[in-house]
């Protein structure tokens, strides 16, 4: 039976300032709280304006660009724009695209947007919806990290932390462009690195890299602190906190075959018993662990999910995550954002809004 987890606004916040009480770093009045009513709204700086052209150059720009989604950065109408603060706006037919999934309309109305048949679907806070060709073929009939509401926001965005919540089977569909590219680029260095097969293998959380072998290797994990920070801008450390150590095989048509199981391994040093958490909700359960166990909040949150989904279970009872890797589309998307790129420098064309 799927397990259904309700989180009341009071329970939530006792969690979040538990995470804010951990680390002294992160313990400062108001960091990182976000005001909602005003994120999706554009900042005075973002403006158009007649400034002189500038380049981008910066690797920080190169990520910036690869966050939009393929029919807004691939489309032969856009314009790219960059605001004083360093962020990149995509100008397409007077529609103002931003990263995050919002864009500003010609009569300056703020909505949300998605891939939909060869351009965007543009739905506005009231759920009006238009349509805006972008010259890019989308093959599923809709896809945005957007789509679904706030799970398909979360599915798409957090996949690490929403399976702990709802576990559900995932598939390729469940997975962005760019945190795909991150199980292809695991594999890889498992073979350059590590000389595991192309043929067959299995990854090691070095394989993502020093950093994150570091943090999850460790007895009790990652810290609250870096999940909270590796969840919110690292697509590495979702899918290494997704996936974990999973094997690949090379299929008959050049594409990886990634199989793996939803499943926790145990820390040998907490002992906390699936009979002692019976009956009780969710916020409860981790209470009692932290209590017990002296674990901050996400590890508390992670052994949790080992008694719900241990990798001792019968493989039967396992949840599965299948997708399919083409290691010929990174190459060839590689290849095009360097020539994209490489005209940008080359024509001075980006403006700064």
Same mark, same amino acid.
């Given at each position: ?19 804010? %009480? ?100 543009? %739905? ?20 945005? %990290? ?48 590590? %000389? ?158």
């Amino acid at each position: 039976m799927k397990k259904v987890i309700r989180l009341t606004e009071s329970d939530l916040e006792k969690i979040v300032k538990k995470v804010l %009480k951990e680390q002294s770093v992160i313990g400062a009045p108001n960091y990182g709280v976000i005001d909602w009513k005003s994120y999706n709204k554009p900042s005075p700086q973002q403006k158009v304006t007649n400034k002189k052209n500038v380049k981008i150059t910066s690797v920080k720009d190169k990520k910036n660009y690869e966050i939009f989604i393929d029919c807004i950065k691939n489309s032969p109408k856009k314009q790219i724009l960059k605001t004083k603060s360093g962020n990149l706006i995509i100008l397409i037919d007077g529609y103002h695209f931003y990263n995050n999934g919002r864009v500003k309309k010609p009569d300056n109305e703020m909505a949300n947007y998605f891939c939909y048949e060869d351009g965007v679907k543009i %739905k506005n806070d009231s759920g009006k919806t238009t349509y805006l060709k972008t010259g890019v073929k989308t093959y599923h009939k809709e896809t945005s %990290k957007f789509s679904g509401g706030l799970e398909g926001f979360l599915r798409k965005s957090f996949p690490n932390v929403a399976e702990i919540f709802d576990t559900k089977p995932l598939t390729s569909e469940d997975f962005t462009e760019p945190q795909k590219e991150v199980v292809h680029n695991v594999i890889q260095n498992a073979i350059n690195q590590r %000389k595991q097969s192309r043929k067959q293998g299995c990854t090691e959380y070095i394989d993502y890299d020093e950093e994150i072998d570091q943090q999850l290797n460790k007895n009790g994990g990652a810290t609250t602190a870096e999940m909270l920070l590796g969840s919110g801008f690292s697509n590495k450390f979702r899918v290494a906190t997704l996936l974990g150590r999973f094997c690949y095989s090379l299929q008959s048509n050049g594409s990886y075959l990634v199989n793996d199981d939803y499943d926790f391994h145990k820390w040998a040093s907490f002992t906390v018993k699936p009979k002692e958490v019976e009956g009780m909700s969710y916020p409860q359960k981790i209470g009692y662990i932290m209590d017990k166990t002296g674990l901050s909040p996400y590890g508390a949150i992670r052994h949790l999910g080992y008694l719900e989904h241990p990798d001792n279970a019968p493989a039967a009872t396992k949840t599965k995550i299948t997708l399919n890797i083409d290691p010929g589309y990174y190459v060839k998307q590689n290849k095009s954002l360097g020539n994209e790129l490489g005209k940008l420098n080359n024509q001075d064309n980006t403006t700064i809004v």
